[in-house]
């Protein structure tokens, strides 16, 4: 089931949990087993200043975000506490989404996705509350499939996609991902 994602004003579809690409910019954000990423670190305002520690620690909450979920996935278990880990708002919501369709639909994604974060942009410079990170992520090795089965689901192989985040500190001092955009396989 797509989901709208709202990044950086555009809406691009999301389709989470598999490989459901098309050319009109459906993605396929997978998932797979993998350990769960531990909590977020939450950030004392020491530690806080300068562009450097919140560009490491909000690439750290969005490949904990992946990672997440990623092992979700795996079953297809949108309910995992797991998930609030790394993500928040639009970005949680959009996962859990993702997730509940893929259980209603007896799927679950097995592999695991690779992902090449950069950070973007930071605001404000001197001490970021904001990090926008653009990623090339594979999605070739993250794959659904039917979970009564265990037959591969997806027509497509998966590929390399556009993916856009921003991630943000909240008052606690914790960065998690609020909102991504997966674009369509070669997209990168």
Not at 64 to 89: C, F, I, Q, V, Y
Not at 141 to 156: F, P, V
Not at 168 to 186: H, I, L, N, P, Q
């Amino acid at each position: 089931m797509p989901v709208a994602v709202l990044v950086a004003g555009a809406t691009v579809t999301v389709t989470l949990g598999g490989c459901s690409h098309q050319s009109s910019g459906t993605a396929g954000a997978q998932a797979a087993s993998t350990p769960s990423a531990a909590p977020s670190v939450p950030v004392t305002p020491s530690a806080s200043t300068g562009s450097g520690s919140a560009r490491s620690l909000a690439t750290a909450a969005y490949l904990g975000m992946w990672r997440d979920m990623t092992r979700a996935a795996a079953t297809s278990d949108w309910e995992l506490p797991a998930l609030a880990h790394h993500a928040t708002g639009e970005a949680l919501s959009t996962i859990s989404r993702g997730l509940y369709a893929d259980h209603l639909n007896g799927l679950v994604t097995k592999g695991k996705p690779k992902e090449s974060p950069m950070v973007t942009s930071v605001d404000p410079v001197g001490v970021p509350t904001t990090v926008m990170i653009a990623d090339c992520g594979d999605s070739s090795h993250w794959l659904k499939y039917r979970k009564s089965t265990g037959k591969l689901a997806d027509n497509d192989p998966g590929g390399r996609q556009a993916i856009t985040a921003e991630v943000k500190r909240g008052s606690d001092g914790t960065w998690r991902v609020t909102r991504f955009a997966v674009e369509g396989v070669g997209t990168c």
